[in-house]
């Protein structure tokens, strides 16, 4: 494996990634519906959810977690309304390589259900271990 440097372009650069597919909240709660596995130390700094199937009746609570750790909480108001965007609330977290990305939804009784799709800013973290 090629040893990663402090000359590389992409250090310090932000990145942008989606969790995989759209997302339906409907009756659960705190159901973890997405999990990916980052490869290299990483610095959460911001993320992004927007409605892409309005709901209507009900608010719908969202959560980005690193391991065990909420790192980020987003929520739709009642009647979100389809290309809506809310921003999470974050503080810049930093986590270890190997750290699952965890996307979980709150509870909602919206009829229809909100569907969503969320984005979470980035930077990969280097050092000397860290290739």
């Known amino acids: ?33 997405e999990s990916i596995p980052m490869m290299h130390k990483f610095k959460i700094t911001d993320a992004t959810m927007k409605c892409i199937a309005a709901g209507s009746g009900s608010t719908s609570a969202w959560a980005v977690v690193a391991g065990t750790t909420a790192i980020c909480t987003m929520t739709f108001a009642t009647n ?40 979470v800013e980035y930077e990969e973290l280097f050092d000397n271990d860290n290739d």
């Open 1 to 33: 494996m090629a040893t990663r440097t402090y000359s590389d372009p992409s250090y310090g650069a932000k990145k942008m990634m989606r969790f995989g597919t759209a997302y339906t909240c409907g009756t659960r709660s705190a159901a973890a519906l």
């Open 80 to 119: 979100c309304t389809a290309a809506t965007v809310v921003n999470g609330t974050i503080t810049a977290y930093e986590a270890g390589k190997d750290t699952l990305l965890h996307l979980y939804s709150g509870t909602q009784t919206a009829d229809p259900a909100q569907t969503v799709v969320v984005w």
